[in-house]
């Protein structure tokens, strides 16, 4: 069964860091373009990061950059986010999805063919 399992979120103080991974069962990540989305309560899905298929070109969402990095290890086949700095504004619920495209984008969910079921941040003091 084709799969992406998100883990990593939780409570973390602002300013804080957390580290995402999305994990594969049925995947070799390192096939396919890989993207970070999240949602906040009466938001609509935000593309926030992704990582190529091609080359390893990564994109970030103007609010995240310089704060978060999106990464794979292909030994473990993982793909992580890296989020510093964090802010009340990052709390959602934070989705891993994959494609098949050369190369990826945040701009729309269209392309993005499997979901993990998501992992929750809240930054709160």
């Known amino acids: 069964q084709l799969q992406l399992v998100e883990s990593g979120g939780g409570l973390v103080q602002p300013g804080g860091s957390l580290r995402l991974s999305c994990a594969s069962s049925?995947?070799?990540?390192?096939?396919?373009?890989i993207a970070w989305f999240r949602q906040a309560p009466g938001k609509e899905r935000e593309g926030i990061s992704c990582?190529?298929?091609?080359?390893?070109?990564?994109n970030y969402a103007d609010s995240v950059k310089g704060r978060f990095s999106i990464s794979r290890d292909n030994a473990k086949n993982v793909v992580y986010l890296q989020m510093n700095s964090l802010k009340p504004e990052d709390t959602a619920v934070y989705y891993c999805?994959?494609?098949?495209?050369?190369?990826?984008?945040?701009?729309?969910?269209?392309?993005?063919?499997?979901w993990g079921k998501g992992t929750q941040v809240t930054v709160s003091s």
């Open positions: 990582i190529s298929r091609s080359y390893g070109a990564t």
């Open positions: 049925g995947f070799t990540l390192a096939s396919y373009s």
């Open positions: 999805a994959d494609s098949p495209a050369s190369f990826c984008t945040i701009t729309r969910v269209f392309g993005y063919d499997y």
